[in-house]
Protein backbone atom coordinates (compact mmCIF):
# COMPACT_ATOMS: atom_id res chain seq x y z
CA UNK A 1 0.00 0.00 0.00
CA UNK A 2 2.75 2.25 0.81
CA UNK A 3 4.17 2.49 -2.82
CA UNK A 4 1.36 2.61 -3.89
CA UNK A 5 1.00 6.31 -2.07
CA UNK A 6 4.51 7.49 -2.42
CA UNK A 7 3.74 6.92 -6.33
CA UNK A 8 0.53 8.84 -6.02
CA UNK A 9 2.22 11.62 -4.20
CA UNK A 10 5.58 11.64 -6.96
CA UNK A 11 2.59 12.35 -9.71
CA UNK A 12 0.68 14.55 -8.03
CA UNK A 13 4.00 16.63 -7.23
CA UNK A 14 5.09 16.70 -11.02
CA UNK A 15 1.45 17.48 -12.26
CA UNK A 16 1.93 20.24 -9.80
CA UNK A 17 5.19 21.46 -10.45
CA UNK A 18 4.04 21.33 -14.51
CA UNK A 19 1.07 23.58 -13.20
CA UNK A 20 3.19 26.07 -11.52
CA UNK A 21 6.57 26.26 -13.59
CA UNK A 22 5.51 24.83 -17.53
CA UNK A 23 4.46 27.47 -20.54
CA UNK A 24 0.89 26.35 -20.49
CA UNK A 25 0.37 26.83 -15.94
CA UNK A 26 -0.27 29.51 -14.11
CA UNK A 27 2.69 31.89 -15.48
CA UNK A 28 0.74 32.68 -18.92
CA UNK A 29 -2.60 33.36 -17.01
CA UNK A 30 -0.69 35.36 -14.45
CA UNK A 31 0.49 37.90 -17.64
CA UNK A 32 -2.83 37.31 -19.14
CA UNK A 33 -4.03 39.10 -16.22
CA UNK A 34 -1.68 41.66 -16.07
CA UNK A 35 -2.25 42.47 -19.97
CA UNK A 36 -6.04 42.32 -19.28
CA UNK A 37 -6.31 44.79 -16.24
CA UNK A 38 -3.57 47.13 -18.61
CA UNK A 39 -6.24 47.07 -21.58
CA UNK A 40 -9.24 48.15 -18.94
CA UNK A 41 -6.93 50.89 -17.65
CA UNK A 42 -6.05 51.97 -21.18
CA UNK A 43 -9.99 51.69 -22.48
CA UNK A 44 -11.49 53.59 -19.64
CA UNK A 45 -8.68 56.55 -20.43
CA UNK A 46 -9.72 56.30 -23.82
CA UNK A 47 -13.18 56.59 -22.57
CA UNK A 48 -13.16 59.40 -20.79
CA UNK A 49 -11.40 60.94 -23.66
CA UNK A 50 -14.64 60.47 -25.57
CA UNK A 51 -16.86 61.97 -23.04
CA UNK A 52 -14.55 64.93 -23.31
CA UNK A 53 -14.34 65.44 -27.22
CA UNK A 54 -18.41 64.14 -27.41
CA UNK A 55 -19.01 66.73 -25.09
CA UNK A 56 -16.97 69.52 -26.86
CA UNK A 57 -18.53 68.69 -30.02
CA UNK A 58 -22.17 68.95 -28.26
CA UNK A 59 -21.36 72.27 -27.31
CA UNK A 60 -20.04 73.46 -30.16
CA UNK A 61 -23.06 72.29 -32.27
CA UNK A 62 -25.86 73.62 -30.09
CA UNK A 63 -24.25 77.34 -28.87
CA UNK A 64 -22.02 79.99 -30.25
CA UNK A 65 -20.00 80.32 -26.88
CA UNK A 66 -17.42 77.99 -27.61
CA UNK A 67 -17.19 78.91 -31.67
CA UNK A 68 -16.41 82.63 -29.95
CA UNK A 69 -13.78 81.19 -27.14
CA UNK A 70 -12.03 79.31 -30.21
CA UNK A 71 -12.01 81.91 -32.32
CA UNK A 72 -10.64 84.52 -29.58
CA UNK A 73 -8.05 82.04 -28.20
CA UNK A 74 -6.86 80.30 -31.44
CA UNK A 75 -7.28 83.59 -34.01
CA UNK A 76 -6.95 86.59 -31.72
CA UNK A 77 -10.43 87.72 -32.91
CA UNK A 78 -12.53 90.66 -30.88
CA UNK A 79 -15.99 92.17 -30.84
CA UNK A 80 -16.80 95.22 -31.68
CA UNK A 81 -16.35 98.06 -29.60
CA UNK A 82 -13.66 95.88 -27.73
CA UNK A 83 -9.92 96.93 -26.98
CA UNK A 84 -7.16 95.09 -28.34
CA UNK A 85 -4.21 95.11 -26.34
CA UNK A 86 -0.92 93.18 -26.89
CA UNK A 87 1.77 92.98 -23.98
CA UNK A 88 5.59 92.67 -25.61
CA UNK A 89 7.82 90.37 -23.26
CA UNK A 90 10.66 91.47 -21.91
CA UNK A 91 12.85 89.64 -23.74
CA UNK A 92 11.45 90.39 -26.99
CA UNK A 93 13.88 93.51 -28.29
CA UNK A 94 12.37 96.13 -29.80
CA UNK A 95 14.79 97.93 -32.46
CA UNK A 96 16.48 101.53 -31.62
CA UNK A 97 15.15 103.64 -34.61
CA UNK A 98 18.22 106.56 -33.32
CA UNK A 99 20.95 103.00 -33.00
CA UNK A 100 19.89 102.08 -36.91
CA UNK A 101 20.36 105.58 -38.60
CA UNK A 102 24.27 105.56 -37.36
Same mark, same amino acid.
Given at each position: ???????????????????????????????? &? =?????? $?? @????? *?????????????????? &? =?????? $?? @????? *????????????????????????
Amino acid at each position: MRPVLYILLVLLSLLQLRLWVSDDGYRPVWRL &D =AQIAAQ $RQ @ENEEL *RERNRALAAEVKDLKSGF &D =AVEEIA $RS @ELGMI *RGGETLFQVADAEDEIPDPVAEEQ
